[in-house]
């Protein structure tokens, strides 16, 4: 391994440890090259299942959120949708009076204020004028891309992004294999949700490293694969990574592109201080994570399987932490 990528190296297969987690993967890529891979642990806690390898998928969590806000921006490439500031009513039918004035942006950014309650939605605050991480606002655009489409968000996907830039090792399964890591679904506490579909609805998008990292380099590219073919428009990519927060969002509350975290001085930002201006990053409640670094050239992914936590650990800490341990290693490239 090249010595500039060993602290990193160790801090992941620290944290791997810390957290009870029995799987861990990192790769980076820089300048299109791998300059870092590496696996360690097994796909669950029996000694005599799968090693973990280049072809383990993990549930990224998540993570899925940033493939529905692409499909959100091809909708608008494709002008099957008008504008991010379209009214979300425009799309769904009648809604509660109270969700009037929320808008596609609203949802892309978490800033819609909206809430379910004993199976009732609710507006906890102005749309645009806050900022909440719910699910919610997920469900509603996963809603708009079968409306406009008549096809699932899988579906979707699959025939225009996944097939086109071979993206082989993604996709949203409710059968085991024995490259998944599949332990989520027999744990007492499932948080990641239920797993019955393959629509892409739910959170159950099992993921390469090798892959995410390719999907962060579709975002770094701007739509390009490996030989420079152009798979995407490059306004497709630029929208979803550019500034989409409302202004009237208070300067405190995290900023985001579409769903993508954006790289900003604020207390509950997820990005490492170190990590340059105009970096991005997706995150999974199973420990997953890409981060995106243009001013370096570089996509780092780190994988873990574990979904809850010891009491004493960190996460904002954790993936600032690994965000500029990533920044220092390859600004040295």
């Known amino acids: 391994m090249d010595s500039r990528f060993q602290q990193l190296a160790d801090y992941v297969y620290d944290v791997q440890h810390q957290i009870g987690a029995t799987a861990a993967a990192l790769y980076i890529l820089q300048n299109n090259e791998i300059v870092l891979e590496s696996y360690s642990g097994k796909h669950d806690v029996n000694e005599r299942s799968r090693s973990v390898d280049a072809f383990t998928q993990f549930n990224v969590g998540s993570v899925r959120k940033t493939y529905l806000a692409l499909a959100i921006s091809l909708l608008i490439e494709q002008r099957r949708i008008g504008s991010v500031d379209d009214l979300v009513s425009r799309y769904l039918g ?80 409710n059968t085991q294999h024995e490259q998944m890591i599949y332990n989520y679904y027999s744990h007492k506490d499932n948080w990641v949700g239920p797993n019955d579909s393959t629509a892409g609805d739910q959170s159950n998008l099992f993921v390469s490293a090798r892959d995410l990292a390719k999907w962060g380099q579709l975002h770094l590219r701007r739509g390009s694969v490996w030989d420079g073919r152009q798979v995407l428009p490059h306004s497709v990519i630029e929208r979803v990574t550019a500034l989409q927060t409302p202004e009237g969002v208070p300067s405190q509350q995290p900023r985001n592109g579409y769903v993508w975290w954006l790289q900003h001085s604020t207390p509950l930002n997820q990005i490492g201080d170190l990590v340059p201006a105009g970096s991005y990053q997706a995150l999974g409640i199973t420990g997953c994570a890409v981060l995106v670094i243009p001013a370096y050239d570089v996509v780092a992914v780190r994988m873990y399987n574990q979904l809850i936590n010891p009491v004493d650990y960190d996460y904002l800490d954790d993936i600032r932490t690994f965000g500029n341990l990533v920044s220092d290693a390859t600004n040295r490239y």
């Open 94 to 173: 009648k809604l509660p009076e109270h969700t009037h004035d929320v808008t596609l942006r609203h949802l892309l950014t978490h800033t819609h204020g909206l809430m379910e309650v004993q199976g009732k939605l609710i507006q906890e605050f102005t749309a645009g004028r806050g900022w909440a991480y719910r699910n919610v606002g997920i469900a509603m655009l996963f809603e708009i891309v079968f409306r406009l489409t008549r096809m699932t968000l899988s579906e979707f996907l699959t025939e225009a992004v996944f097939e086109p830039y071979g993206l082989r090792e993604t996709g949203w399964r």
